[in-house]
Nanobody, 122 residues
Framework: QVQLEESGGGLVQTGGSLRLSCAAS????????MGWVRRAPGKDREFVAA????????TYTDSVKGRFTISRDNAKKEVYLQMTSLKPEDTAVYYC???????????????WGRGTQVTVSS
């Protein structure tokens, strides 16, 4: 059974930092790109960041560039999101997910964790 388990969320003040972790099991972790997706209250899901299977390349949505860093440890089967300079608009449930492309070349997130709440107070 594939499991992705996020941790590290919490309440932090504006300008603070949090480090999210995601532990994977049941998959060949090193064969998957991994990403973080968030959903803020009343808003659609938003892609945040992704890292390739080897960890050699990363990408971020514009709103978090320079503030968030995604990384992974394939030996531990974990992926991380280091968040700094947090803003109230970063408040959301953060999910880790696999990142793949389907036959049509579209991005897919086929496996998801349950999410972890990040709340940034102003």
């Amino acid at each position: 059974q594939v499991q992705l388990e996020e941790s590290g969320g919490g309440l932090v003040q504006t300008g603070g930092s949090l480090r999210l972790s995601c532990a994977a099991s049941g998959i060949a972790f090193s064969a998957y790109g991994m990403g973080w997706v968030r959903r803020a209250p009343g808003k659609d899901r938003e892609f945040v960041a992704a890292v390739t299977a080897s960890g050699g390349s990363t990408t971020y949505t514009d709103s978090v560039k320079g503030r968030f860093t995604i990384s992974r440890d394939n030996a531990k089967k974990e992926v991380y999101l280091q968040m700094t300079s947090l803003k109230p608009e970063d408040t959301a449930v953060y999910y880790c997910a696999t990142v793949e492309r389907d036959m049509a070349g579209r991005w897919n997130h086929n496996y998801w964790g349950r999410g972890t709440q990040v709340t940034v107070s102003s």
